[in-house]
């Protein structure tokens, strides 16, 4: 599958897994350095086929950044199928179109967010967290876990204590195997070792 490039870098296992899709090799290196600098593992692809075939042979991923001016498939077809498919996976459109009916057309067919292009690092990053927590809250688990003055925040990977953010030991804790915070996709079932975080 060379239409689908996954990073080899320092990513922890419990990084949201982003599929970038644009026919642009500079938009899709742009948005890998962004995503990649906040911890995130990305993939790319270059049309909608490949990102079919990605969604189809990829453990895991949590979302789909994709431009709607496609070579073949165009990116409203492939929400349509997307959606079709019964698949709640968020979508993300990051577009040069800014057109009301464009926009319209592409929400109401089952995009979750539209960004129009050129974008801000920021902005589209708050969008992101944005998509990843409605995934959260679709599958039954709050982005957020809170227990006395302990704090879990899943999106961000960020725990604080009595509101001091701990991150000697951030990567391990978010890592699934751990034995500190467990966290099982689909299941309300987690577990949590208060000493684990403070060692």
Do not use: W
């Amino acid at each position: 599958m060379d239409a689908v490039d996954d990073p080899k870098g320092n990513i922890t296992a419990s990084s949201n897994h982003v599929l970038v899709l644009d026919d642009e090799p500079a938009m899709r290196r742009l948005l890998r350095t962004i995503l990649l600098a906040q911890g995130y593992k990305v993939s790319e692809a270059h049309n909608g086929t490949a990102a079919l075939e990605a969604m189809a042979t990829c453990e895991t991923i949590d979302l789909l950044i994709l431009d709607l001016g496609l070579p073949g498939m165009n990116g409203l077809d492939l929400i349509k199928e997307i959606r079709a498919s019964g698949s709640v996976l968020p979508i993300l459109v990051l577009s040069n179109r800014a057109d009301e009916n464009t926009k319209v057309a592409a929400l109401d067919l089952g995009a979750d967010d539209y960004v129009t292009k050129p974008f801000g690092a920021k902005e589209l990053l708050a969008r992101v967290r944005a998509a990843l927590r409605h995934r959260l809250q679709v599958a039954g688990e709050k982005p957020l876990f809170k227990v006395g003055e302990l704090s879990v925040d899943y999106i961000r990977r960020i725990v604080t204590l009595a509101g001091q953010e701990i991150k000697a030991h951030t990567e391990r804790i978010f890592t699934p195997q751990s034995s500190g915070i467990q966290r099982r996709e689909g299941s309300h079932s987690q577990i949590h070792s208060r000493t684990a975080l403070v060692q």
